[in-house]
């Protein structure tokens, strides 16, 4: 078995594993290796990336890790996640979009000291570079280049939703990332040049290459211990398989690879780990658990003749996005927050022709669910089970209902209505509350923001897998740096708050390697 020795190894080379590469190469001349299952194309001006990965205007579904949620119905839901170096930035529609202040405060307000809105301001600094807003919520400084969407640039049916949400009385908000008025509609801000979509690898890793041990095509198995220290990490790679020897290591494999990971190395709820009989190494309830996304609900439509030809031609004049505009609304149970994501999207079926949605999102679900091993093997796919509309008074279904009663008002009025046909999904019989419940639960959906099964928090929460710096307690040098730690999830996209939890995390790794001399 091949072996190598590092400062430093990252375990995922998504927005999260980018962000703590890129910061640790900037700011130490610590050794640094970043291990990634799928292939790395190399810096952006070399021009290896395949197209769909670097279009905006492709939604990608190559470079997918293939996984899936089995439901309690029987049914199987695909549960996209990227397997290729930049991970869900390679895949997504760019929104760079920031939490509220609250949501980040709660966090604090958790037992995780340095994580209020007011302490971060700083590392949001040091993630993005944004020149178009002056606002202390958005960073100036940082690596990853966002801007907003200009109303020129909104395709028909993008301007249609933003226009019919101000007729509706909302109003019109100058950055989805700024917490006051809590309820309105803008035009997304995107990290995106020209056309292409500015992953994590480009922003983070590219200045950094020379000076960064990179292994892809790698698939990370598990950590070997010495009782609470982690010595080596076992791979697979083309060459066999690897053992990467460090001082410390960081997870940033993901909401279901960094708990899988820690489950195969034997850290992670007993019983689950003696039902595959993997010796346990350390007892952690947390991992797996707390897992949670914003669950939502699709309404689709035909296009008007109008609208059809609208799209057609923004499709052949190469201007043609599937979603830029989102409206943040309040259900019943809001209380003047905002607990909604209402937006325009415009769906490509496997024909080739376009049709309308608009989408609605619970941004501050109740419910969790949880992922699992498979087997021992890394090469199983975990098994995941979302949990969604699982709380106990209903609450998430409500908001939800809430949120599809919103767009079909919004669909009734002008200009939506020029540009809708008919409403084909649900269709008129869903009608009355039990019909609209039972269309939602049928087919609920995430976000793509899955989050939350190594959450973070005091050793005194016996579901809390993280401290406040990151490291996995009961060890003392494995770190978790990705979505996973969110203990609560913001009511927004979560790219941006990925990359600024790598930050984050790898200044405290940097501090506790200097600590040790």
């Known amino acids: 078995m091949a072996e190598y020795q590092f400062d430093v190894v990252i375990v995922g080379g998504g927005s999260a594993g980018c962000a703590v590469a890129g910061r640790l190469c900037t700011t130490t001349d610590l050794r640094v290796c970043l291990v990634e299952a799928g292939p790395d194309y190399g810096p952006i001006g070399e021009g290896y990336w395949p197209n769909d990965l ?25 549960e996209p996640q990227a397997k290729v170096m930049g991970g869900c930035s390679t895949h997504n529609h760019c929104a760079a979009v920031w939490g509220m202040p609250e949501d980040y405060d709660r966090w604090a307000e958790a037992g995780n000291a340095g994580w209020a809105h007011a302490e971060l301001l700083t590392v949001i600094d040091k993630v993005e570079h944004c020149e178009q807003s002056a606002s202390v919520h958005r960073g100036k400084h940082g690596a990853l ?53 500015w992953n994590a690898a480009f922003a983070f ?43 410390v290591f960081v997870l940033t494999a993901g909401t279901y690879g960094s708990p899988a990971i820690l489950m195969r190395s034997g850290i992670g709820p007993g019983d689950h780990l003696t039902e595959l009989t993997i010796p346990i190494a350390v007892e952690a309830s947390g991992v797996g658990g707390n897992l949670h996304d914003h669950p939502g609900v699709a309404v689709r439509f035909g296009p008007s003749a109008t609208a059809r030809a609208a799209m057609e031609d923004e499709r052949h004049r190469g201007v043609l996005y599937h979603s830029q505009v989102i409206l943040r609304a309040g259900s019943s149970r809001s209380a003047g927050r905002f607990d909604l994501h209402l937006l325009p999207y415009l769906f490509e079926t496997e024909a080739g022709s376009l049709e309308l949605m608009m989408l ?66 649900p269709g008129p019989w869903a009608r009355d509350l039990g019909m609209v419940q039972s269309f939602i639960r049928n ?71 200097r600590d040790l001399g």
């Open 205 to 247: 890793l590219d200045p950094v290459r020379e000076v960064l041990t990179v292994h892809d095509q790698t698939l990370a198995d598990r950590f070997l211990l010495d009782q609470e220290t982690a010595t080596e990490l076992v791979c697979r790679s083309g060459e066999g398989e690897i053992a990467l020897a460090a001082t």
């Open 54 to 78: 670097t279009d905006v205007r492709i939604l990608p579904s190559s470079h997918d890790w293939g996984y899936t949620e089995e439901r309690s119905d029987g049914s199987v839901v695909p």
């Open 360 to 425: 609605a999102y619970n941004m501050a679900p109740l419910s969790r669910g949880h992922v699992r091993l498979r087997s021992e093997d890394p090469d199983q796919p975990p098994l995941i089970e979302r949990g969604f509309l699982s709380d106990q008074d209903g609450a998430d279904l409500s908001v939800l209902v809430d949120g599809f009663s919103l767009l079909r008002e919004l669909a009734v009025l002008e200009p939506l209505t020029s540009s809708i046909a008919v409403e084909v999904d």
């Open 443 to 513: 087919t609920v959906e995430g976000y793509r923001h899955p989050v939350g099964t190594c959450k973070m928090g005091p050793s005194s929460d016996r579901l809390a897998v993280v401290d406040h710096t990151g490291r996995v307690h009961g060890t003392t040098n494995i770190y978790v740096a990705d979505a996973s730690v969110m203990p609560e999830i913001p009511r927004a996209n979560t790219n941006l708050t990925c990359m600024l939890i790598g930050m984050k995390v790898a200044d405290a790794v940097a501090a506790a390697i």
């Open 145 to 197: 280049p966002t801007r907003p969407f200009g109303d020129s640039e909104l395709c028909a049916w993008q301007q249609a939703f933003l226009q019919t949400a101000e007729a509706a009385g909302y109003a019109r908000l100058d950055d989805l990332s700024l917490p006051t008025p809590p309820l309105g509609v803008a035009p997304l801000h995107v990290n995106m040049e020209d056309h292409t979509r």
